[in-house]
């Protein structure tokens, strides 16, 4: 954690410019708790997780439209948490 105050703009220089990962870790271990990435990184992660909800969305939503989704309704799911 030292490592990282001390040299933050260094890591932050080296992802932004280095394409370089810089892992924060913590205890005796070093455990990896955090990482300094790339901005690009982190918005192809993203984009990845849009589509990837946009094909579990569209493929309920077809399930639903075929008669083969269980679907609950509102009031079912208030009723059931007692709302």
Do not use: C, W
């Not at 932004?16 to 790339?38: D, H, L, Q, S």
């Not at 849009?50 to 579990?56: A, F, K, P, Y």
Request: aromatic share 6%; charged share 35%; net charge negative.
């Amino acid at each position: 954690m030292v490592e990282a105050r001390d040299h933050f703009s260094q890591r932050v220089d080296k992802a932004a410019f280095g394409n370089e990962v810089t892992y924060v870790t913590r205890g005796r271990n070093r455990r990896r708790v955090a990482a300094i990435v790339p901005v690009g990184l982190v918005e192809a992660y993203e984009e990845m997780f849009d589509r990837e909800d946009g094909r579990i969305a569209r493929q309920r939503l077809d399930e639903i439209r075929a008669g083969t989704a269980e679907v609950t309704s509102l009031e079912e799911v208030k009723r059931e948490l007692g709302l």
